[in-house]
């Protein structure tokens, strides 16, 4: 069995790329990420919407880099009625242990039609994701000194996808909260904390009105705590947390979620320091990591256009390398990445600019040269 630990983060970047190492210490070669000839085959995943360009510039800068990655590529879309490729993306992240992924479309009108994202999380028990929201040095913002991290339970709450119409007019959704799962997070988050010398753990909850499921998160994250004396631990419920977000950002340090207030203060993070084109992130599993943008945007409206910022999908990569092993393309490919943003010559639409993703790419692969 896979006994997952953190290793600390490094601070060579604005942001610290490595979320967690969750393959550090293993029992047995069936759980560490598959590796022929000295090159590691990656899962990767691009998604819908700018999925498809933004993994052409990661690609391209590997590539230029000479990571030693071999890519095996699957296409997975939630667009339309078909589920072509999801069990082969399934199958291809239990061989490889790890994964690249961008965000999987999921329609908002059609019943019946599960969400790829939750699925491949649920299926595949990656349980924590990790979102990293810091300020960026050349991208200027209402608030400085934003440095949090949150940690969302990624496989129950309201994401569970238990719910039926018992008569005509009459929806019951079922949110499952469970003690295992919230203690599982719960540690998680607080030996994050310990590895990354962060003081404090925020519970998010709404357990004044769900006393018995936001309740039994609260509680098992505030026990937890006990064992982790060094590290403060306080709790607030999710709506003053969001309005807090918004007003006094730098109170935050590590956030442990569940599911859907992971998301929306995912999100409200975002907002905060330029957009969902800048935010990196990771999902961990005990035998599985994959890598996908912070902010789960598909980007369908502008698809094809080579307008995407590159930005969130590179530095998800990065801390792809970081589980690895592979620090040294990391920083190389970090420190690029941050070059061209703290400059701003280049700027894509998101970032009031009008610099395309193919400009990005060019920008980081020149900055790159002057790093060898």
């Known amino acids: 069995m896979l006994r997952t630990t953190l290793a600390k983060t490094l601070t060579r970047s604005p942001i610290p790329l490595v979320g967690a190492r969750s393959a550090t210490t293993v029992s047995s070669d069936i759980f560490k990420p598959l590796k022929y000839g000295g090159k590691y085959t990656v899962t990767l995943i691009p998604g819908d919407g700018i999925g498809a360009e933004v993994a052409e510039s990661v690609k391209a800068i590997f ?14 879309t939630g667009v339309g009625a078909s589920e072509e490729g999801f069990r082969e993306s399934v199958q291809s992240l239990k061989k490889n242990k790890v994964g690249l992924k961008g965000i999987l479309f999921t329609p908002v009108e059609r019943s019946g039609h599960a969400s790829f994202n939750v699925a491949l999380r649920q299926e ?18 209402r608030h400085d000194g934003i440095d949090m991290c949150l940690i969302r339970e990624n496989t129950e709450g309201e994401y ?4 039926h119409q018992s008569v005509p007019g009459v929806v019951e959704s079922l949110k499952i909260v469970t003690k295992y799962k919230s203690e599982r997070i719960s540690r998680f988050a607080f030996e994050f904390a310990l590895k990354n010398n962060r003081k404090k753990v925020t519970v998010v909850h709404k357990a004044n009105i769900m006393k018995l499921a936001d309740g039994l998160f609260r509680h098992t994250v505030q026990d937890m705590g006990k064992e982790y004396p060094t590290i403060t631990t306080n709790d607030m419920i999710v709506d003053n947390a969001s309005m807090q977000a918004v007003s006094y950002p730098q109170q935050f340090d590590v956030l442990v979620l569940p599911n859907l207030y992971g998301s929306i203060l995912s999100n409200i993070g975002a907002g905060l320091v330029g957009g969902p084109g800048l935010i990196p992130g990771c999902n961990i599993g005990r035998e599985i990591a994959v890598f996908e943008p912070g902010c ?40 690029a990445v941050y070059a061209v943003l703290a400059e701003g010559k280049v700027r894509t639409p998101d970032l009031n600019g009008t610099s395309t993703t193919s400009d990005f790419t060019k920008a980081a692969l020149e900055k790159m040269e002057t790093l060898y």
Do not use: Y
């Open 63 to 76: 590539k230029a880099d000479n990571v030693p990655i071999d890519w095996e590529q699957v296409d997975v």
């Open 124 to 141: 595949l028990d990656i349980f924590a994701s990790l979102v990293l929201i810091k300020n960026i040095p050349g991208v200027k913002t």
């Open 160 to 163: 569970s996808g238990l719910e």
């Open 296 to 335: 789960r945007h598909v980007g369908l409206d502008i698809k094809g256009q080579n307008q995407a910022n590159p930005t969130a999908l590179l530095l998800s990569a990065t801390m792809l390398l970081r589980h690895l092993g592979l620090d040294d393309h990391a920083d190389r490919i970090s420190k």
